[in-house]
């Protein structure tokens, strides 16, 4: 198995040497919209069955081989495997066909509000086929990038054409960029009464910008991004207890602690850890492209992908 897009699991050993997942971090230009690129390959004779826990990304997914994928829940529908996955504040249950070969670009919230140029609260919760969004465009860069000799040239060319794209769209308001900032940079450890006196509004404005330009309430966007975190914690610090990732996090207590991530990754913190040691155990196929500055690819895709028996 191995890590996959948006922490995913993936149950697909395959002796070839091409990575199965290559990440790199988008060029200074892209800043504040783009957090991470991965190119993805999965080659398996049986279909997975995944589940995506929530994070603060926007994903859009590139398809090269016209697959199709069945989301099971919240909502079933069956969608183009070139497609936009919105902010969820829960976990996303799915069916992918064993045979994929595509890219994953992650929006930050304010880079998909510029791109899509769209009230964001109709992508939360939700999975969007990417042509019904870019139009034109979707079948042009696909195109582009299928072409392209290797991933170092694709990721290159997403750092060329992006920029332009995300210019041409709307920001969001000051306020809600401040907002969302502070959020990040605490972590979700702050309480949106105080966001919203430190930058000068009412909390009810926060309420209703943050659905038009981020997608969730701000109070929803602390309670992911502090989940992000204890994931983290988790699954890179091996001797830290439940109780001190707890604190370490602001979780009032165990039960709240528990509360939360059964609610956002559908199970518990003890089985979360162990099924990402599982994977981690037998991961052998991902690889890193293109860190402009050393401090390693900036993603989050948090998926867990396994085959079906």
Request: aromatic residues 6%; glycine residues 10%; hydrophobic residues 40%.
């Amino acid at each position: 198995m191995v890590n996959g897009v948006g922490g995913v699991m993936l149950e697909c050993r395959d002796p070839r040497p091409e990575p199965r997942m290559v990440v790199a971090r988008p060029g200074p230009a892209l800043r504040g919209h783009v957090s991470g690129y991965a190119g993805l390959r999965v080659e398996t004779a049986r279909p997975l069955n995944g589940r995506a826990v929530p994070t603060c990304a926007v994903v859009l997914f590139i398809d090269f081989t016209a697959s199709v994928r069945l989301i099971t829940t919240p909502t079933p529908a069956r969608v183009q495997a070139s497609h936009v996955t919105g902010l969820h504040d829960g976990p996303v249950l799915f069916e992918q066909q064993g045979h994929h070969r595509g890219m994953a670009v992650e929006l930050t919230p304010p880079g998909a509000y510029a791109l899509f140029g769209m009230p964001m609260r109709e992508l939360s919760n939700t999975t969007v086929d990417l042509a019904d969004l870019l139009g034109r465009r979707c079948e042009q860069l696909t195109e582009r990038l299928w072409q392209a000799p290797d991933w170092a040239t694709r990721f290159a060319l997403l750092d060329h054409l992006l920029p332009a794209w995300f210019r041409a769209g709307p920001e969001p308001a000051p306020a809600v960029l401040r907002a969302w900032r502070l959020l990040r940079r605490t972590a979700g450890a702050i309480g949106i009464g105080t966001v919203a006196e430190e930058i000068g509004v009412t909390r009810r404005y926060l309420e209703m910008r943050f659905g038009e330009q981020i997608g969730l309430p701000p109070k929803t966007m602390a309670r992911i991004l502090r989940f992000q975190r204890a994931a983290r914690l988790l699954t890179r610090s091996p001797g830290a207890t439940l109780p001190q990732v707890a604190a370490v996090c602001g979780y009032a207590d165990q039960a709240h602690f528990n509360r939360d991530f059964r609610r956002l990754a559908g199970c518990t913190p003890t089985a979360f850890r162990a099924e990402h040691a599982a994977a981690t155990t037998t991961s052998r196929g991902s690889a890193a492209l293109g860190d402009r500055d050393g401090a390693g690819p900036s993603h989050s895709f948090n998926t867990s992908v396994r085959g079906r028996p």
